[in-house]
């Protein structure tokens, strides 16, 4: 396997060590330092000369899997050992191995925890707070939370009993989780009043619960999030939420949870005040801070959603692209540019040009069906901070948005460029040696960053 990366690389986080692992198996995993750029002599000093603007090869193994990209961090388990991008190797607790890591979780400082297939939270350590005699500081680390995190006030910790099956983290600092097991109030209710008839019980649930922090999960339970101030703003969350069926997969962005359903269907929900990046409208039944379908996408399965930034992408059963969002709080994913295919003020100017021409104005899209190169079928799709990847089921990269920082990969602009329009993107150095060989098999997005990997046959 082969890792490709473009995109922001001032905290080297795209650059992995070249120090072998301990019992890594053999063949040893190969690390690719990303090699500084050299700044031209017209090239802005704002820039970073460590960004890299095309795709090239920055890690080579037997298994590779991309289990965190954020804004300074990268984290992989690569041959069966978990690394940090400029750091090195990650300990595991006893008994957990890098198979055992589902998800790494994190927000703009770095990596804060992790979650097992068990079920099991853990915590990151650093290193940086433990030094031995020279100065050197500690080793990098996952920690079972009793062992490390605390209440900062009353200094206690207190094992989560009930086992995970889904977290995420919005860009906001909430977690919400998805119990492995969570009976409802219907549910409960039915099992007492045995005597009620059946077409009277309504549909079993699915419960939910919302976090405002890692440390009030750790310290109060997943299934008692701590009760909520009076909601003096439209940005309080709501600890307890309802699904109509336990989810296969949670994603979050800046302000909006997304959940997949084992039927296909997707409900969101989050901060009323930008429910453009919802999907759906919000209404008295379903406001925006309770989960609600998606209906634009009712009746089609999507197998895959990812969301980032201000935007989130669903790739259907049938290989169709989906997507909504986009903009921020200021306007704009990229210098004030919006990708063209997203839906709301991209759509209206082009249908104000319409209008204009003598055509009918179509309605606001909530959610709008992407054509990439032609409308090929998709086999995969990443999400960043403002720019997006696709994988078509023929193996080539296409990617749009912002590419200030070389997340693109289009090799050019350096600093100044926006894609508003989809490209086809070539992985550049490294991936020309024995093309014949490599397959494409996903696309993942970090913050400002972009990742390929590759299959070698």
């Known amino acids: 396997m082969e890792l490709y990366a473009t995109g922001f690389n001032a905290h080297s986080q795209l650059t992995f060590p070249t120090s072998p692992a301990p019992s890594s198996p053999s063949p040893s995993p190969v690390f690719s330092p990303s090699p500084s750029a050299a700044p031209s002599p017209t090239s802005s000093p704002q820039k970073s000369p460590q960004d890299i603007h095309k795709f090239r090869k920055v890690l080579t ?16 388990d690569v041959d069966g050992t978990l690394r940090s991008s400029n750091d090195g190797v990650i300990r595991l607790p006893a008994g957990i191995s890098a198979a055992d890591i589902k998800a790494v979780f994190g927000d703009h400082t770095g990596v804060l925890g992790a979650l097992t297939r068990g079920g099991e939270v853990l915590v990151y350590k650093d290193g940086e707070d433990d030094h031995d005699e020279a100065g050197r500081g500690g080793e990098l680390c996952f920690k079972r939370h009793e062992e490390g995190a605390v209440d900062t006030k009353t200094k206690t910790s207190r094992p989560t009993t009930t086992s ?12 919400c989780v998805s119990p492995s097991s969570a009976p409802s109030s219907t549910s409960t209710a039915s099992a007492r009043i045995p005597f009620i ?17 890692l440390i009030s999960l750790l310290v109060h339970g997943i299934s008692s999030p701590p009760p909520l101030t009076p909601p003096k703003t439209t940005t309080a969350h709501i600890p307890t939420l309802t699904l109509p069926q336990a989810p296969t997969h949670l994603t979050s962005n800046t302000n909006t949870f997304t959940a997949l359903l084992p039927t296909g269907s997707l409900y969101t929900w989050g901060d009323p005040r930008h429910v453009h990046i919802l999907g759906r409208t919000p209404s008295s039944l379903t406001p925006a801070q ?10 089609i399965p999507v197998r895959k959603v990812v969301s980032a930034g201000w935007m989130t992408a669903a790739v259907s059963v049938e290989g169709d692209l989906y997507v909504w969002g986009g903009g921020s709080a200021n306007g704009g994913d ?7 295919c997203l839906p709301g003020k991209g759509k209206r100017e082009r249908e104000r040009k319409r209008e204009t021409a003598g055509e009918v104005k179509e309605e606001d899209e909530e959610v709008a069906l992407v054509d990439v190169a032609g409308g090929v079928d998709i086999a995969d799709v990443g999400v ?10 023929d193996g080539r990269v296409f990617a749009v948005g912002d590419d200030r920082s070389g997340q693109v990969g289009a090799g050019e602009g350096l600093g100044r460029h926006f894609c508003e329009e989809w490209v086809e993107v070539e992985l550049g150095q490294g991936f020309d ?8 098999v996903g696309v993942e997005c970090g913050y400002w960053s972009s990742f390929v990997l590759v299959r070698v046959e």
């Open 384 to 393: 960043g901070a403002g720019h997006m990847l696709a994988l078509t089921r």
């Open 334 to 340: 990229g210098g004030g540019k919006r990708i063209r």
């Open 61 to 76: 193994g037997t298994s590779i899997r991309l289990l965190f990209a954020g804004w300074s961090t990268t984290v992989v």
């Open 290 to 299: 309770e989960p609600g379908l998606v209906t634009a996408l009712d009746g």
């Open 164 to 175: 995970i099956a889904h977290l995420t983290m919005s860009g906001t600092g909430l977690i």
């Open 433 to 440: 040696e024995e093309r014949e060989r490599k397959v494409v």
């Open 197 to 213: 008839p059946p077409l009277l019980i309504p549909p079993p649930t699915h419960d939910l619960y919302t976090h405002p922090s």
